[in-house]
Nanobody, 117 residues
Framework: VQLQASGGGLVQPGGSLRLSCAASGSISSLNVMGWYRQAPGKQRELVAI???????SVADSVKGRFAISRDNAKNTVYLQMNSLKPEDTGVYFC????????????WGQGTQVTVSS
C-alpha cells in the first residue's frame, strides 16, 4: 500500500488547512484510514481515523475544530482543520490499515503543518 499525502503548510492561528491522503496498491474495501501527528520532542499521537464503514475516532484536543471524511471510491481520506492553534503544529502522517487481524500498518511520508503568526 502506498499513501500520498498533501495539503500541509504554514497558517496563522485561527486559520484553516485541508489535508488529503490517497491510498493505492493492495487495498481491502474494509480498512481504516486517517491521521496521526507528531510535534517536536513528542510522541506520535492520534488525530482522527475513520473506518470504511464510517465509524470514527477523534482526539479530544481537535474535536469541534477538525473533521475527517473519506471518499471510498477514491481511497482517499481528508482532514479539514479549522480554528488552528499553535499547538496543532507538527508533522501529520497519513495512516492505513486493513480491518483484519495480524496485518501491517502503513504510514505516509508526513506533511508539515505549522501554525504561527
Amino acid at each position: 500500500v502506498q499513501l500520498q499525502a498533501s495539503g500541509g503548510g504554514l497558517v496563522q492561528p485561527g486559520g484553516s488547512l485541508r489535508l488529503s491522503c490517497a491510498a493505492s496498491g493492495s487495498i481491502s474495501s474494509l480498512n481504516v484510514m486517517g491521521w496521526y501527528r507528531q510535534a517536536p520532542g513528542k510522541q506520535r499521537e492520534l488525530v482522527a481515523i475513520m473506518a470504511s464503514g464510517g465509524s470514527t475516532s477523534v482526539a479530544d484536543s481537535v474535536k469541534g475544530r477538525f473533521a475527517i471524511s473519506r471518499d471510498n471510491a477514491k481511497n482517499t481520506v481528508y482532514l479539514q482543520m479549522n480554528s488552528l492553534k499553535p499547538e496543532d503544529t507538527g508533522v501529520y502522517f497519513c495512516y492505513f490499515k486493513r480491518l483484519m487481524l495480524n496485518v501491517p500498518e502503513f504510514w505516509g511520508q508526513g506533511t508539515q503543518v505549522t501554525v504561527s503568526s
